[in-house]
Structures are given as structure tokens and as C-alpha cells.
């Protein structure tokens, strides 16, 4: 019979309200690996009293923010010792290269350590106003309940990215696993429980988003909602959240330029291109999806772009030989072989890719596709594809290639390579993009706070700016 998994509230492992579950799929072999409980509005209510009664104990808030920030550290370590189990059960459930898994396994640590080493570190600060008889100060209060809402891409270091911010400066959690990748995030708060923290601080409602993950942006006692994943989804919980007043951090699609300049090492820019955009099957929000490639190397560019997307290992994630997964799941196929066929449609040249490869395992694979004879007016070029598609476009001087790369309605990232330092630098001002990469893509870390541009994102994750995210300012005046 399929293992059955249960949400995960106030510090044991509940059935759902309803009674029911849903599968979970591997998308390389098509096998079925679990059942997660199908959560509803009473497993959000459970979930949520049980995290508002948490918030309030003393287990919780009576710790000192030393103590609370060496839980996250011992979570840390947790995760660590954990990190083959989890990495193998991520690469399963969401067919990423088990390789990848496990080098994100490796920095989620860090995530924990970053924000233990802050939670004593949540000041306000004293300010000097014109009346002298006053001293006024301010101080950072936790929020309260805090409700997560991940995607399937990267669920434990997206997931990781809110919790600990969020926990270090004293709020509980509520998180809502995408349907597609339960599993790990399920064992994520079972560790967070043995590391120590109090039933009730970290909690789990598995389910669907219109009806886990809607009901827990509309409970009442929800304090904030933080949320990664399409700009469709955040734009309707954005409505909802802004209706009650309460925050909303919000980390959203991307159609990111990578810009490669006639003076940039060519090698080296094709490489930064190809992982850009094909690392985890181009089902990342940063991916490099739209290349600009100067006239002088425009085709040495192409011709390396497409030569490796044309040889790329496709095959099982767990396998270490294999380069590139599966998708997600099949409407992810079916999306990315809409976009593929419409850009062809639209006038588009395929020159590398651009379906199924012939594979003995059924999984929904797809071959890195590389479309020319694009323009900004196209959607194939306007629109998040989420899948192994790169559109590459000529471009002749700076001014046009700004023009056209800020011509999106998207801000996430962007890559530029160039040997020209200043160049480098009026291109970062330039960009309309919260991450600027110069000769390299791709680099994250907790410690450097990130931040959606336009209409990819509102707020700030990672960074000392991210744990502020999760309080509120109080400001005290005392009549002296
Ligand atoms: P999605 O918006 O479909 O789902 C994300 C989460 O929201 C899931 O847990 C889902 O169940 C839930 N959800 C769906 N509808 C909901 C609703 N009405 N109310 C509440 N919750 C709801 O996105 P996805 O397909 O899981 O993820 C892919 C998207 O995520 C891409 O657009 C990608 O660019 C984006 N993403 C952004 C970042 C970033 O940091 N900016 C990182 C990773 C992924």
C-alpha cells in the first residue's frame, strides 16, 4: 500500500480533517511514491490556533533570543546530518538532479546558522528628536503567526529562506508545501522538533493551493503572509493581504536577461548561459531566459549554446552521469511544448531542441531548446516559460541592449559578461533587475539580501533586511 503522510501540527504528525490525501508523483519514472493529506480550512485552523497559542507560551516567548537562535543553529546541524535522506527524497519528488539536491543540501546549514547567529542581533536603535526632554527609541517586535507558501523548485531552501528569518525574530509558522514536493518539508518540521523548538512554532498543512493555501491567507490570525512562486498566485494573495492590512513578502517569476558584451571571455560566458538557463531543466525563477549575445560574438555564442544543449546527458536525476532531469510534472510539459510550438508559430527558428527526446523512461523530459529570430514582441520572449528555452538575440551597443532588457514587466536578476569594469558597473546601475551577476550567474546566498523588481516580487528575502521583514517597529517616547 502507498505510504500515507499526515500534516504536521503542533508537534506530532495529524490525519487530515477531511480524510482525504493526494499522490505524489516521481516525474522521471511516473511512479507514485506517497500519499500527502489533502489539508482544508479545519487543518489550516488547527494548524494556525495551534502556532498562535505557541506564540504566546512561555516555552517560546519566554526564551532569550540567544536561546532561540541556538535552536536554529542545532537545526542547522540537523539538517546536516540529514542532508543525503532529504536531498534524495527532493530529487524524487521534483526530479532535479540529485547532484543539485545535494549541493543545495550542503549551504541549507548556512541559512540556519546566518539567522541563529542573528536573533540576538533584533535591536531598535535611539533617535535623537528636537525635544530635549525626550528620549525616544524604537524596537522590533515579532509579528505573530507567519504563514509560508512554497513552491516545488527548491522547496527546503525556499522554505528555509522564510522560516528562519521568521522564527529568529520570535514569530511560529504555518507553511504550505507545494502539492508537488510535501515530503521533505514534512521531515524539515519533524527535525525543527527534535532541534528543540516548541510544539506549535513550526507547522505543516499539506494540500492545494486553492484550498490549503487559500485558507491559510485568509484565517484571520495569519499575521503575515510570505510567499514564493508564480506572479499569477501572488498577485491574488497580494489582493487579499492587502484588503486586511497585514504584510506580504512576495518572491515571484522572472524572464531574467544574460547579457554577453564582444569583450567577454566566450567560454566562459557560454558556460554562465547554459547552466542560466538549463541547470534544474530551466525551472528556476532566476533563469537566464533571454540572452543577448553583442554582434561580434553572437555566433561563437549560439554555436556553443546550442552544441551543448544538443549533447546534454538527459536521463534518470538520481543517475550521476545525468545533466539534465525530467520536469516537474506534466502540465509543465505540456506548458513549456505550448511555448516552444507558439514561438515557432510566432516566426521563431528552432536551432537546438524543442521536444520530447527519446528516452526509455516515461517521465516528462524535455530537450534544451535553443530559439533565434526572436523579438521583445514575441510572448515566447515576454513570458516565464519555466523550462529549458533559451531565446538569443543579437544586439549592437549598450543603449540598445538596456533598452531592450528592461523591456519586461519582470525585475529579478541578470547576468552581464564583459572584461570592461566600468562597463560592468554602469550596466549593474543600469539594470532594472534586484540581482545583478558580472561574469557569473546564479549566485545566492542568505547573507545577501534579494529583492523581486517590478513585477517579480515585493519585499525582501535573505540578509539581516529579511529577519526585519518579520517584526514591527514600535517606537517609545518617555517624557524625562
Ligand atoms: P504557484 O504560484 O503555482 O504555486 C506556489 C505555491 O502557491 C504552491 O504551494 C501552491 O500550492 C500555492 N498556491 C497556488 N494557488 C494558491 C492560492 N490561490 N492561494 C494560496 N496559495 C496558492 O507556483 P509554482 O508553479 O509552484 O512555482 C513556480 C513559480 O515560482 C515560477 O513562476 C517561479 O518563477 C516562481 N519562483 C520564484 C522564486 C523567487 O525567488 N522569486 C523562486 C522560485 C520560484
Not at 524524487?92 to 545535494?102: C, I, Y
Not at 522564527?167 to 524539515?188: C, D, H, M, Q, W
Not at 513585477?455 to 529579511?466: A, L, R
Request: net charge negative; with cysteine; hydrophobic share 40%.
Amino acid at each position: 500500500m502507498t505510504e500515507r503522510l499526515g500534516h504536521f501540527i503542533n508537534g506530532e504528525t495529524r490525519a487530515p480533517a477531511g480524510g482525504t490525501y493526494f499522490e505524489s508523483t516521481n516525474p522521471a519514472t511516473l511512479e507514485v511514491l506517497y500519499e500527502a493529506a489533502r489539508g482544508d480550512a479545519a487543518d489550516v485552523e488547527a494548524a494556525v490556533s495551534s502556532a498562535k497559542r505557541a506564540f504566546k507560551a512561555p516555552s517560546w516567548a519566554g526564551l532569550t533570543a540567544t536561546q532561540r537562535g541556538k535552536l536554529l543553529r542545532r537545526l542547522g546541524d540537523l539538517i546536516g546530518q540529514n542532508a543525503e535522506e532529504l536531498a534524495h527524497f527532493e530529487s524524487l519528488d521534483n526530479g532535479k538532479l540529485l547532484r543539485e539536491m545535494r549541493g543545495q543540501l550542503a549551504t541549507l546549514p548556512e541559512y540556519l546558522y546566518y539567522y541563529g547567529g542573528l536573533a540576538d542581533k533584533v535591536q531598535g536603535s535611539q533617535i535623537p528628536t528636537n525635544n530635549l526632554a525626550v528620549l525616544n527609541y524604537t524596537q522590533r517586535e515579532p509579528l505573530g503567526v507567519v504563514g509560508a507558501i512554497t513552491p516545488w523548485n527548491s522547496p527546503l531552501t525556499l522554505t528555509t529562506s522564510k522560516l528562519a528569518p521568521a522564527l529568529a525574530a520570535g514569530n511560529t509558522i504555518v507553511i504550505k508545501p507545494s502539492e508537488y514536493t510535501s515530503r521533505t518539508i514534512l521531515r524539515f518540521a519533524e527535525l525543527a522538533s527534535e532541534a528543540g523548538f516548541p510544539d506549535g512554532v513550526v507547522n505543516v498543512v499539506t494540500g492545494l493551493g486553492a484550498e490549503a493555501g487559500s485558507a491559510l491567507v485568509d484565517h484571520p490570525d495569519i499575521a503575515k503572509i510570505s510567499f514564493t512562486g508564480s506572479t499569477a498566485t501572488g498577485s491574488a494573495i497580494a489582493s487579499k493581504t492587502a484588503a486586511r492590512f497585514i504584510g506580504s513578502t512576495l518572491e515571484l517569476g522572472g524572464k531574467s536577461p544574460n547579457i554577453v558584451f564582444d569583450d567577454a571571455n566566450v567560454e566562459n560566458a557560454a558556460m554562465g548561459v547554459i547552466a542560466g538557463i538549463y541547470a534544474a531543466a530551466g525551472q528556476t525563477c532566476i533563469a537566464g531566459s533571454r540572452v543577448f549575445a553583442q554582434r561580434g560574438v553572437y555566433d561563437e555564442l549560439l554555436e556553443r549554446v546550442a552544441d551543448r544543449a544538443r549533447s546534454i546527458k538527459i536521463g534518470d536525476p538520481l543517475d550521476a552521469e545525468t545533466e539534465l532531469g525530467p520536469l516537474a510534472f506534466g502540465n509543465q510539459l505540456e506548458k513549456v511544448q505550448y511555448y516552444v510550438d507558439l514561438g515557432v508559430d510566432e516566426g521563431a527558428t528552432l536551432f537546438a531542441g524543442g521536444k520530447r527526446p527519446e528516452l526509455e523512461l516515461p517521465g516528462y523530459f524535455f530537450s534544451p531548446t535553443v530559439l533565434t529570430d526572436v523579438n521583445n514582441d514575441m510572448r515566447v520572449v515576454r513570458e516565464e516559460i519555466f523550462g529549458p528555452v533559451a531565446a538569443i538575440m543579437p544586439f549592437d551597443d549598450e543603449e540598445e541592449v538596456v533598452g531592450l532588457a528592461n523591456d519586461t514587466e519582470y525585475g529579478l536578476a541578470a547576468g552581464v559578461w564583459t572584461r570592461d569594469l566600468a562597463r560592468a558597473h554602469r550596466m549593474s546601475r543600469r539594470l532594472e533587475a534586484g540581482t545583478v551577476w558580472i561574469n557569473m550567474y546564479r549566485a545566492m546566498s542568505p547573507m545577501s539580501p534579494r529583492q523581486g523588481f517590478k513585477n517579480s516580487g515585493v519585499g525582501i528575502e535573505h540578509g539581516i533586511e529579511s529577519m526585519h521583514e518579520y517584526t514591527r517597529l514600535k517606537s517609545v517616547w518617555i517624557n524625562t
